[in-house]
Each structure stands twice: as structure tokens, then as C-alpha cells.
């Protein structure tokens, strides 16, 4: 217990001292890149008058591989072909076509509450993206993530596997970081991520 409690203390001071490092610009970019997501994905929902948790939610699973802003593009049109009566076939999305078929699940499928969409995402790191979208206060843990809280500069195939306790743990520890600083978890991940690119020149 003792040398868990050890680790968690160590990852949260290393995430401040990353912190600590972060420019104005990386700090109002933490605060704001996920809430800018939200606002983005309201958008989606005026569009096709569809409920938030159901665009987040396709948003998150077109994640993996794609870039944030054909990301975007890719939910959009996949919310369109939909309400249109399309196929799932018409999308083409830049990511795996069994994460283009998540999504679309979500679509037909229609779950009333977050926590059903969450359980159709499955995987770790596009649930945590879908829950901080939203707003809840957590963080997703990649291998940037995992370097910054160790402070421990190594190329991204390098990372260990992050099982779910120290996912949870390392989550905790952007928390309690962030609650130091007067920010949510994914805040602090955010602009700690931005600091550690610049830093390291990644």
C-alpha cells in the first residue's frame, strides 16, 4: 500500500512540474479544448436534431486514427447519411471500419442515457474521451499521459500496457493535480500534453 501511495504522490507531482512549465497559451487551450468539443458537437445536434450523448458519442468512436478536425467532418456526415435514411456502407470515415460501425450502432440503436452509449464505446480510451466531451471530470489516458505522470520521456510504442488500475490511479492523479490548479482532469491533461510536446519536441 504503502509504495502505491508512493507512486500516486510521484505522478502528481510530476504532472504539476509539467504544469508549472505550461505558456498561457497551453493553460486557456487546456481550459477550453473540451468544451469548444462540446460546443462543436451541439452543433452537430442542431443540424440533424439529434440528442447530444448520441453525437458525442458517434464522435468518440471515430476517434481512433483520425485527426480531430476530420473527426468532426466524419461524425457530421455520418449523422447525415442517417438522418437521410442512408447506409452505414456510404460512410467513409478516416478510422477502422469496425469503429465506423460503433458508431453507427449508437445511431440506430438510440440509447436514452450516456451510460448505454458508454457501454456500446467499450474501449477505455474513446469512453473516457466520451465522458470528458461531455463534461464529466476525467481524463484520457494514452501514452503521452502516462509519460507525463512518469515523468519519463520514451517513444509512444515504448509505453507498457496501461491496465485498468493504473488507468484509474493515473486518472486520479490528473484530478488531484487539477484540483490544485482550479481545473478539471482533462484540463490539466490538456495543457500538460501541450507543454510536453513543446517540451520534448514530440
Sequence with gaps: MTKVIDDFMSYVQNIESVYAQCTEEEKQHGMTWYSNAKISAYEICDKYELPLHIVVGVIA???????????????????????????????????????RDKAWSILQSMPHRSADVAFILRGPKITDFFWCILGENTCVIDGHAWCIAHNDRRKLQEVPNIGKALRQQLQEAYRSAGLKNYLAANEMQAATWLAWKRIHNV
Design 61 to 99: 468512436a471515430l476517434s481512433p486514427t483520425n485527426k480531430w478536425e476530420m473527426n468532426l467532418i466524419n461524425a457530421d456526415e455520418m449523422c447525415r447519411v442517417f438522418t437521410e435514411g442512408g447506409y452505414v456502407e456510404d460512410c467513409k470515415p478516416s478510422t477502422y471500419n469496425t469503429m
